[in-house]
C-alpha cells in the first residue's frame, strides 16, 4: 500500500469511492457530497489552498485507489480541522486501514498547528462511528453554526 497526495490523476476514481459507499448506506440522498458538484475535481479543492487543506489516497501494488481521508480548516473552532471524506473500498474494510490513514491525518493537522480535529458522520455509518469512538473521538451536540447538514452525528478530538 502507498499513500500519496491526491492529483487530478484520482479524481474519478476517488469520486465513484464515495459514491458507491454512500450509496451502500442509503446516503445517496442530497445534501451529502454524493451530489456535491466539485465530487469528480476534489483535487482542485485540497490543492486550491495547501496551507489549510490536504487530502490523501491509498492505492494498492496495482496503483488501483483504495482509500482516502482529508482535512480542511474548521473556522467554527478554535484551532481546529476537520477530518474529511474517509472512505474506503469495499476489499480493505476491516483491516485497520482506517485507524492508520486517521493517526497519518492527524499528524498532519498537529504539523499544521491544529489542536482539535472535528467531524460528521450520519448513524447509517455504524462501522465508521466504531472507528471514530475507538480512535479517541467524543460525540458533540451539533454545532450551532452548522444550519444544512444532512449529517446527524458531530464528533470532536483533541489533539
Known amino acids: 500500500m502507498k499513500i500519496s497526495k491526491l492529483t487530478p490523476a484520482y479524481d474519478l476514481e476517488l469520486a465513484e469511492l464515495i459514491r458507491v459507499n454512500l450509496k451502500k448506506h442509503a446516503l445517496d440522498i442530497p445534501g451529502t457530497v454524493y451530489f456535491d458538484d466539485n465530487l469528480n ?4 479543492y485540497y490543492l486550491d489552498n495547501p496551507e489549510k487543506r490536504h487530502y ?14 482529508g482535512l480542511a480548516e474548521f ?10 471524506k474517509l472512505y474506503l473500498a469495499d476489499e480493505v474494510k476491516g483491516k485497520g486501514l482506517s485507524y492508520k490513514l486517521i493517526s497519518m491525518i492527524e499528524d498532519k493537522a498537529k ?12 448513524d447509517n ?15 458533540i451536540e451539533k454545532p450551532s453554526a452548522i444550519v444544512h447538514a444532512t449529517m446527524n452525528r458531530f464528533f470532536i478530538k483533541e489533539l
Open 41 to 44: 475535481h476534489l483535487s482542485d
Open 56 to 69: 490523501y489516497i491509498a492505492t494498492d501494488d496495482n496503483d488501483k485507489l483504495i482509500g482516502g481521508i
Open 75 to 84: 473556522e467554527f473552532f478554535e484551532d481546529c480541522c476537520e477530518l474529511q
Open 111 to 122: 504539523e499544521l498547528g491544529y489542536k482539535r480535529m472535528y467531524l460528521e458522520t450520519h
Open 125 to 139: 455509518l455504524e462501522a465508521a462511528i466504531h472507528v471514530y469512538e475507538k480512535s479517541g473521538y467524543k460525540e
